[in-house]
């Protein structure tokens, strides 16, 4: 599978679209608008994986996203931004006060490779930093950062610490039966 997206302007434009209208009708508690797959432009009738991401300023507001997929990538966009709106545990449910302003992105997602790695400078020697998204899994807990993250933790050990912590594993080691995978992905953005 490819690490890169290709995603034709028709197509960039309607997810931005669809994602702006699901925030919108979440903020006012309106339900969210059906669509019409088969007018939609390719490839969102296809299978896709997307994580929405909302931002006040440089400020996290929400991000809720899938990484497999399993659904048309239309109605996952549209899933993820009503729930980044509504359902991020780590905020409360968006208000109509904070639409204005508010910038979103959208960022479709490869499908997940896995890392052969049996050791941390093993995975930190294969990370492509500011490239690559990453999810780690030991036992029950798992965790991922968008490619996007490098920007805030530009430095792969950093990067690696702050997602082992976000798992709830302890960060600088090598958690027993770490599994590792790295995925691309496309962003495109928005401001309501």
Request: include cysteine.
């Amino acid at each position: 599978m490819t690490h890169t997206i290709d995603l034709p302007a028709p197509a960039r434009e309607r997810l931005l679209e669809l994602a702006a209208d699901a925030i919108r009708r979440a903020a006012h508690h309106a339900p969210a608008r059906p669509i019409a797959l088969e007018q939609e432009p390719d490839p969102l009738p296809d299978p896709g994986a997307s994580f929405v991401t909302l931002k006040q300023g440089e400020t996290l507001r929400g991000c809720i996203g899938t990484l497999e997929a399993h659904q048309p990538l239309a109605a996952d966009v549209l899933h993820n931004a009503r729930a980044a709106a509504l359902n991020d545990p780590r905020f409360p449910p968006l208000r109509t006060s904070e639409l204005a302003g508010l910038a979103y992105s959208v960022t479709l997602l490869t499908a997940s490779r896995p890392m052969e790695a049996a050791h941390r400078k093993g995975l930190l020697d294969q990370l492509q930093p500011g490239r690559d998204g990453l999810v780690v899994q030991a036992g029950a807990r798992r965790a991922t950062f968008l490619p996007a993250v490098w920007e805030q933790l530009p430095d792969p050990e950093t990067f690696l610490d702050a997602l082992l912590q976000k798992a709830g594993l302890a960060p600088g080691g090598w958690p027993d039966g770490l599994q590792a995978w790295r995925y691309g992905s496309l962003e495109v953005a928005g401001e309501l």
